[in-house]
């Protein structure tokens, strides 16, 4: 894993795993943003790292930017990765993955927090299927809950 920094954004890119180190994020000046664009994947030990520097990060409020595909499935299944001991971490844009019922097409979309607030809108619910025009469904059903 790699992190870059432009501004108030930290990049992170690579794997999240037992050889992540988040510790250049938690010195002064915080970044306001975590961009996860460039994540391949995220592997058992590297959630437990992440959470780790949840911890450490405390109560600043904190954005996650690009989520990929790999982090969005964390998000759903791990409330802690919001943050530790309260939620501070705002999804701004995530990769969401959908299934076409008529034609089985598959495909990740990239969902913002203003498509799903105050509620969510028709291309984050059922966006339309650009093999056959169809609606779309969420793979899971509780992936807008991240935003
Ligand atoms: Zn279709």
Redesign the pocket.
């Known amino acids: 894993m790699d992190i870059s920094r432009v501004k108030e954004t930290a990049f992170i890119s690579g794997v999240i795993d037992e050889s992540s180190d988040f510790s250049p994020i938690l010195l002064p000046p915080w970044p306001a943003n975590i961009d996860f664009s460039g994540v391949q994947r995220v592997n058992s030990i590297g959630l437990r790292t992440w959470m780790l520097f949840l911890t450490k990060w405390g109560d600043k409020p904190l954005n996650y930017l690009n989520c990929t595909t790999s982090i969005s499935d964390q998000l759903v299944m791990v409330p802690a990765l919001f943050g530790i001991p309260k939620k501070v971490v705002k999804v701004l844009s995530a990769m969401i993955s959908y299934d ?6 598959a495909e990740d979309l990239m969902i913002k927090y203003d498509n799903v607030h105050p509620v969510p809108s028709p291309e984050a619910l059922a966006p339309k ?6 609606e ?1 469904e969420l793979v899971d059903a509780g992936y807008l809950s991240i935003f």
Not at 129 to 134: A, G, T
């Open positions: 076409c019922p008529k034609c089985k097409h299927c650009r093999i056959c025009f169809h779309m």
